[in-house]
């Protein structure tokens, strides 16, 4: 049974940057695809980036160009997602998930989810 804790929210303020992790359980970060979504308050769940299981970025959704970094650490079996310059506009839930072909909203596997909050 795959299980995945994140950790790494947190409550900053507009430019600051913050670091979320993933930790997995039950198979390696290198036998599954992976990605980090977020959720904001009356609105639906979305992709912000996502990697293969080879270590490959395949999607970044505009709003994370340049501002937001997603990798991985085999040896530590962690995923990450690293942010900077964050917005107001960055405050949601943040979960990750894994699949074993493309992760998306209907992936079988999700952490808890981790609360960023940008205050400006």
């Known amino acids: 049974q795959v299980q995945l804790v994140e950790s790494g929210g947190g409550l900053v303020q507009a430019g600051d940057s913050l670091r979320l992790a993933c930790v997995v359980s039950?198979?390696?970060?290198?036998?599954?695809?992976m990605g980090w979504f977020r959720q904001a308050p009356g609105k639906e769940r979305e992709v912000i980036q996502r990697m293969s299981a080879g270590g490959t970025v395949t999607y970044y959704a505009e709003s994370s160009k340049g501002r937001f970094t997603i990798s991985k650490d085999i040896a530590k079996n962690t995923l990450y997602l690293e942010m900077s310059s964050l917005r107001p506009e960055d405050t949601a839930v943040y979960y990750c998930a894994a699949d074993n072909l493309i992760v998306t909203t209907t992936s079988p596997y999700w952490g808890q989810g981790t609360q960023v909050t940008v205050s400006s």
């Open positions: 039950g198979r390696t970060v290198d036998t599954l695809a």
